[in-house]
């Protein structure tokens, strides 16, 4: 591979920390072409399909492309607004207002970019950005909470693959989770409470994660646990008793067993058993997304309300809240310790003008 000098050491930039934010991907538009390429780049990672690979793309190119991104394509339009999909527009915000915190509070310059695992920006994009604006030091946030290899996994994945073709690697670090913390817990605690005392208190409070294979769990993965931590967490902070709080896990694909109990049904039977008022947070997204928007406030408010309940309560994801993006600039400056632009020693720094001239006197050209 031939590297240009963008890839390469220069003596004229101005070192810095670079900080990119990561989250699962958005189609580029709500359309059935766009969604075929969508779903063919997030259904084809091995780390969110663990199936062997000409089995599993036989059944993805041959069925599943074929007859899911209509419907995708249908159910994106249902959430999507003139700015586009909801996790790219949210992400944009979150970014500004990490950024905006970070400057604030950092001794040095820094560079914060948005990447999408699938879709756009593109990891790799954003990394070459991170580069070309001098970012010599990483912190690397995907926006999961809690542990998967399907989604933390996969981002580091996507993170080595784009890196392993530099030829200047820079310092890294990466935040792998972040389910017990506690300002993420008092940042959910606090928009429930917000959340009931605009709307109420319903009978129960439903954590809804967002499910993967049960094999995933029994191979190691520490997600279903982390969730269940992150619910007790809440739980705690609010002062729940047992019964008035649940755990449940949406959004399952294909036939093998998933991660148990379902949402799905969870709502359904609830409502069945006399239940009136139900509360639902998706405590695993940092922001909104189809998945919550459609699938839980649409959805399932539909099957509660059709299986006998009044009314399914959705409470919106952190999003760009002023307390989650202080959460979050607070995550990356805990590990941004010891380097230059957090207080650390100056090692690393430089003058651009004066390396450059010194380059210049040993012949370098830039």
Not at 328 to 355: C, F, K, N, V, Y
């Amino acid at each position: 591979m031939r590297y240009t000098a963008k890839e390469g050491f220069r003596h004229d930039d101005t070192p810095r920390l670079g900080v990119l934010v990561a989250n699962l991907g958005t189609p580029d538009a709500p359309t059935t072409p766009a969604l075929r390429r969508y779903l063919a780049q997030f259904l084809g990672d091995p780390r969110v399909i663990e199936l062997p690979r000409l089995y599993w793309r036989a059944i993805l190119h041959g069925i599943v492309l074929r007859t899911r991104p209509k419907k995708s394509a249908a159910a994106y339009r249902e959430v999507w607004s003139d700015e586009g999909s909801p996790l790219l527009v949210t992400g944009r915000s979150q970014v500004q207002g990490i950024g905006e915190r970070l400057a604030a509070q950092l001794d040095g310059p820094v560079a914060v970019e948005l990447a999408m695992r699938y879709g756009s920006p593109s990891m790799g994009d954003a990394l070459r950005r991170l580069r070309d604006q001098g970012a010599e030091r990483l912190v690397v946030l995907p926006l999961y909470p809690q542990y998967s290899g399907s989604t933390t996994g996969s981002t580091f994945d996507a993170l080595a693959d784009e890196l392993k073709q530099w030829r200047w690697i820079p310092e890294l670090r990466f935040i792998g989770q972040y389910h017990d913390d506690e300002r993420y817990i008092r940042c959910l605690a606090d928009s429930i409470r917000e959340h009931w005392a605009a709307r109420g208190r319903g009978e129960k409070l439903l954590f809804s994660f967002h499910g993967t294979p049960r094999r995933y769990l029994l191979d190691g993965d520490p997600y279903h646990c982390q969730c269940h931590k992150t619910a007790r967490l809440v739980a705690e902070e609010l002062a729940l008793p047992d019964e008035q709080w649940m755990v449940s896990f949406q959004s399952r694909f294909g036939n093998e067993e998933w991660l148990k109990p379902y949402t799905d049904e969870t709502v359904k039977g609830l409502a069945a058993r006399g239940m009136k008022t139900l509360d639902v947070i998706c405590a695993g997204f940092s922001a909104d997304c189809l998945e919550t928007l459609e699938e839980i406030e649409g959805e399932n408010a539909e099957y509660f309300e059709r299986a006998g309940g009044d009314e399914l309560r959705y409470i919106r994801c952190l999003n760009d809240r002023a307390d989650h993006l202080d959460m979050l600039s607070g995550l990356i400056m805990e590990h941004a310790q010891g380097w230059p632009e957090a207080g650390g020693p100056a090692r690393g720094l430089r003058d651009p003008e004066a390396t450059q001239r010194r380059a210049r006197t040993l012949g370098a050209e830039a």
